[in-house]
């Protein structure tokens, strides 16, 4: 039987894990980068690659395999970013609703 | 003297929860929410928070320290992202250099 600090621990897993998926989805759609910190995804993925180290060490398969999804959605926004930040050729001004 | 799974997680740790801040500082900045989702910092804020309360239950300081500092700059985040999508008055569209 599962202690509720154990079932905390899924809840909140699952939902850090999960988060990264409508951003990823968002991303790939409007690939608008513009409002996203490069210095966060790059220290997010470093972060998220040594907690998957970290799961490796001391065999955890959920600390593995929540990583390991975070880890491809943080690189796919990053990837996003970077390509924005660093390959875009430079355009004219566009026109952009303000939400 | 630590080991180095542990000394893997406090780097992991260091990284995942500093990552938020050039985030948060961007936001703060340039008020720029269109790229972020609402559905991620909704979900990683519930996350967070669970985490917290995780920490809490186990009396883990390192994990309380780590998600307090993380919830705060996510829900920044979260609040310029809800205050931009619900309560912004429309306005014209704005000419804005694409990145």
Redesign the interface.
């Known amino acids: 039987m599962l202690e509720?600090?154990e079932i905390?621990?899924y809840?909140?897993?699952?939902?850090?894990?999960?988060?990264?998926?409508?951003?990823a989805?968002?991303?790939i759609k409007?690939k608008?980068?513009?409002?996203?910190?490069?210095?966060?995804?790059?220290?997010?993925a470093?972060?998220?690659f040594?907690?998957l180290?970290?799961g490796i060490?001391?065999e955890d398969e959920a600390i593995i395999v929540a990583n390991a999804i975070t880890l491809v959605l943080a690189c796919i926004i990053l990837s996003f970013k970077i390509y924005?930040?660093f390959f875009?050729k430079?355009?004219i001004?566009?026109?952009?609703?303000?939400?």
């Open positions: 509720t600090h905390v621990s809840v909140a897993a699952t939902f850090t894990t999960a988060s990264f998926l409508p951003q989805i968002l991303t409007t608008d980068t513009d409002g996203l910190s490069l210095g966060m995804y790059s220290m997010f470093i972060g998220v040594s907690w180290i970290y060490q001391i924005n930040s875009k430079p355009s001004p566009q026109l952009k609703k303000k939400r």
